[in-house]
C-alpha cells in the first residue's frame, strides 16, 4: 500500500512538475523552439554547396554573383567555411574563412587572389553589407542560438502551413538589428520568413525561403532566398544549387592554405 | 641573355609538367582559363626632366591564367603567363612567368613546384617582410607588382601555426625602367651588368623558412631568408657606349622578420620589422600603424578606412628604400555597391624633409566584365639632395581599362 502511495505522490508530483513546464515565458518558449530548430540541423557532418546571387537595385538594374561553399560542422562550436568567388571575374578565386564560434566573434580571412595576400579581417562589422548585396555580414554568419535571446509572439499561419512566430534579439553590441521576427513551420522547424528591424526599431528588410529540399532524409535547405530592402527598395535573390552533404571534409580543409587554394 | 635562359628553362618545363598532365587530362574534363586583358593611359603632367623621357605612355597588357585540377583539388597545375607591352619605355615591355607549379597536397602537408609568387605582410605603405619574389618596378612604380620565382615549397598546417621552407634555385633580377621611361633616378639602372657577390651568380640557391599562426585577436609570423637579396645596391658604372649608368650589385644576405597584427573591434594595429645583414652595416627597419573601419557611414552603405602607418629605416638618409623615416596617412572608401566602387587617398609626408607624395586611386565595374581604375600621383617639395629628386617632374594621370574573362 504504501508503495502505492508513494507511486501516487509520484505521479503528482510529476505532473505538478508538467504544469510547471508548461506554464513556461514566452522567452523559455522561444528558447526552447530556437534549440529544436537547432538540435534538428546537427549531425550534418559537412556539406558542399553553389550560390548564385542576384543583386537588383531600385532601377531594375541586376548584377550576378556566383560563389561556391564549403561549411564543416564544429561539434561544441560554431562551423567552419570557406566561400569562394568565381563571378564577377575580376573578384574570381577571391575567398573567405570563417571560424564562427557560438560565444565572441568569429575569426575571419580574405583572400586577394591578384596578390596572393591572405588578410585577417574585423569580423566585428556585422551591419556592412556583404559583397554588395542586401545580406549583412550577420545575415549570412553561422547562426547559433547563443547569439540571440528569445521570445515566443504567436502561432499564424505561413506559406500555408502551421508555424510559430518567435522575436531574436542579437546579443553581439555591434548588430544592426534590435530585432527579428522569425515565422519556422511547426512540423520541421524551418524558417520561412524573417523581418528585420533596424536600430530604430523600424521594419528595414524581409527574407523568405522558397523550395525546402530534404537531404540525407533529414536536413532541410531551402533552393531559394530572397531579401527585400523595404528602405531603399533594392532586393538580392540568392539560388542555392547542387548540395552535396557528408563528403569528407575534414579540419584540413578549412586553414589558410586550403583558403589560398581553395578557387 | 639571362631573361633569356629564364625562359628557356621555363619552356622546358612546362613541356615537361603538361606531357606529365596530359594522360590524365584526357580522363576528366579539361581545365579552366581566366585571366585580364588591359589597356593603360598614362599621362605625365610635367615636360620630363631628362632629354629621353616621354610626356605620355599607352601600354597594353595580358595575364591568363590556366588552371586544372585532379584527385578534388589534391593535385593541380596552374599556368600563369604575362605581357606587357609599352609605347614609351622598351624596358617595360616585358613578358614573365608569373606561376607555373603543380601542387600536390597531402594529408599533412603540401607541396609545390614551379614559379610561384607567394606574399608575406601586414601592412599596406611597404612591405618590408616580402621578400620571396622579385619586385617587377618597371611594371609598378608602386612595388606592387612581383615577378614569378621558382621554388620547391613545402608548406606544414598543423595546431601550431603553419610552417613554410622554400627553396629557391634561381634568382629573378629586379626589372628598371629604361632610358625612355619616368619614374626613374636619373641615371638609367644597365640590368644586363648586373654583378653578384656569389660566384653562382644568379643560380645561387636562397632558402627562407616561415612560421605563421592566429591566437585569438592576433595574427603572428616569423620569417628568416638567407640569399640572394632582392633589393640590389646600385653601383656607379658605365654602359658599353660609355655613358654613366648604375650597376646593380647583388649581395648575399641574411633577413629575419616578423609580422603582427591585432584585431581589436573595428581597429587593425599592424607591425613589420626586419633586421637584414649582408647588405653594408647590419640594419634594421620597420612600418607598424593601424586602420580603423566606420561602418555604414551616415546611415549609407558605404564604409570608410582611415589609415595610419610609420615606417623607420635604421639607416636614416643611406636607406636604400624611400621610407627611411616616413610617416602614412590614407582613406579608403568603400562604396559596397553592385559596381564594388572603391577610393583609397593617401599622403606619404618625409618626417625628415619637406618630401611629400599624394595618390589616390579609384576603380569601379561595368557590368561583369569591364574595370576601370584611375590613379593619379604626385611629388610635392622634394629637396635637391633627395635620391629621389628625378621623379620631382613625374606626376602623372593613369587610366585602366580591363577586361576579365
Redesign the interface.
Known sequence: MRCIAFFVLFIFASSINLTVLHAETPEEKGLSIAMEAERRNDGFGDFTAEMVMVLKNRHGLESTREIRIKTLEVPGDGDKSISVFDNPRDVKGTAFLTFSHKVGDDDQWLYLPALKRVKRISSSNKSGSFMGSEFAYEDIASQEVEKYTYKYIRDEVCDGRDCFVIEQYPIHPKSGYTRQVVWLDKAEYRPFRIDYYDRKDSLLKTLTFKGYKQYLGRYWRASEMYMLNHQTGKSTRLLWKDYKFRTGLKERDFNKNALKRAR | MKRNLFLKGVAVATLFLISLSTPVIRQVQAGEW?G?IAAEARIFLHAPGLPEQENHSTSVSFKPEY?HEWVN?AR?FTFTPYLRLDSADRERSHFDIRELFY?M?Y??Y?VGIGVR???W??TESQHLVDIVNQTDLVDAFDE?EKLGQPMINV?V?GEWG?LDLFILPYFRERTFQGKEGRLRLPLVVDTDQAVYESSAGEYHTDLALRW?H?IG?W?LAVSHFRGTGREPTLLAGTNPEGEPVLVPFYEQINQTGVEA?K?W????WKLEAIVRSGQGDTYGAWTGGFEY?F??IGGT?M?LGVLGEWSHDTRGDEATTPFENDLMFGLRLTA?????TEALAGIVQDMDTTARSIYIESSR?FG??L?VIVEARTFLDLPRDDRFYAISNDDFIQLDL?Y??
Open positions: 581566366s585580364y588552371y583539388g593541380s601542387l597536397v594529408e599533412n603540401e609568387k607567394v606574399f605582410g601586414v606592387e608548406s598546417p603553419i605563421s592566429y585577436d595574427e597584427q584585431i573591434g573595428e581597429w587593425l573601419t561602418i555604414g552603405m564604409d559596397n555597391d553592385i559596381a564594388s565595374r561583369d566584365h574595370k580591363a576579365y574573362f
